[in-house]
């Protein structure tokens, strides 16, 4: 038979477990600054962008991605527990140019609120819809300006993360930023991600050299390539969805004129990515002989590395353009 316990000992039991109580609600009422270690938490919109600002950053803030890996920014829509991350948030990385669809109502809320928010797409050179590519068709006829500007030309195009110097141009911003929002001095690890960065566009035009002018030729998922091909010298022939969005409808008339295209162009392959339609691009390879090649464009390989990520993005193009 087990022993009685005594006053003495109910009392040290008693107050064990209270202890154990209190312990499990401070616990549970960690603060999300206490669960950074004190450091101050900048939250990032998607992932390609939240590598780089990671490779920035290192252990002097906490960073926080509310994208998963792989999801399509255009398609998200944020849960109450991304909102609520955003808006304990010291500071939000955006990139901004309607990209995160459907984040748009909950980054108000924050900017509302007094939360700092960087968007990214205001710290580089911008492009615009342009020549060679399915949206001009739309806006033919246009007149241009006088001082040579496109002004005839379709919207901003938000994919800035396909060009290695314009995410320089990022890191180049965002480090003052975090400096005076949040007393950080990033001086010397801004400077390596801008030298990593430099290095990285050298590395990628190198990766590209053995595909001769007459097969630079991109045929894309939607409109996501435009900086990549303006960095690199590619033209941009179309898109399966010729629109800047993944959630935009496949047409049939645009999958004819763009069939027709790479018939006439003989381009070498057309390239899938996240949003991509099942069996649309299949289908354009049967009819033109074209290789069906997959890219990635918003996911991050297994290391999270940014530079794996465009790397990768280069070797696709390379295996399916070279001769």
């Known amino acids: 038979m087990p022993p009685v316990p005594t006053p003495r000992r109910r009392m040290r039991a008693v107050a064990v477990l209270a202890t154990a109580l209190t312990l499990g609600a401070v616990v549970a009422g960690c603060s999300d600054d206490d669960a950074a270690g004190g450091r101050p938490t900048v939250v990032v919109t998607t992932t390609v962008l939240g590598a780089v600002v990671q490779d920035l950053v290192g252990d002097a803030a906490e960073v926080r991605v509310l994208m998963p890996n792989g999801a399509d920014p255009h398609d998200f829509q944020p849960s109450a527990k991304d909102v609520g991350a955003l808006e304990d948030a010291d500071l939000v990385v955006e990139n901004g140019l309607d990209l995160e669809e459907g984040l748009e109502d909950a980054l108000g809320r924050v900017r509302d609120g007094g939360t700092p928010v960087f968007t990214a797409t205001d710290h580089v050179t911008l492009r615009a819809i342009g020549e060679g590519e399915h949206a001009e068709e739309e806006h033919a006829g246009e ?181």
């Open 143 to 323: 007149e241009h300006a006088e001082d040579g500007e496109e002004h005839g030309h379709g919207p901003e195009d938000p994919h800035i993360w396909m060009d290695p110097l314009a995410m320089r141009d990022v890191v180049t911003a965002l480090a003052p930023v975090l400096q005076d929002d949040l007393g950080l001095d990033l001086t010397t690890r801004a400077a390596d991600a801008e030298a990593g960065l430099t290095a990285l566009d050298a590395e990628v035009r190198d990766t590209l050299a053995d595909i001769p002018p007459a097969r630079r030729l991109l045929v894309t998922g939607h409109e996501s390539m435009g900086y990549f091909a303006d960095r690199y010298d590619f033209r941009l022939v179309g898109a399966l969805i010729p629109s800047l969005s993944s959630q935009a409808q496949v047409s049939a008339s645009n999958l004819a004129a763009l069939r027709a295209q790479v018939e006439a162009l003989d381009v070498p392959a057309v390239f899938t990515e996240a949003g991509t339609p099942d069996g649309v691009a299949e289908a354009i390879g049967d009819q033109t002989g074209a290789r069906v090649a997959e890219i990635g464009t918003h996911a991050l390989p297994g290391d999270g590395s940014y530079a794996t990520f465009l790397r990768e993005a280069a070797a696709a193009v390379d295996a399916g353009l070279a001769p």
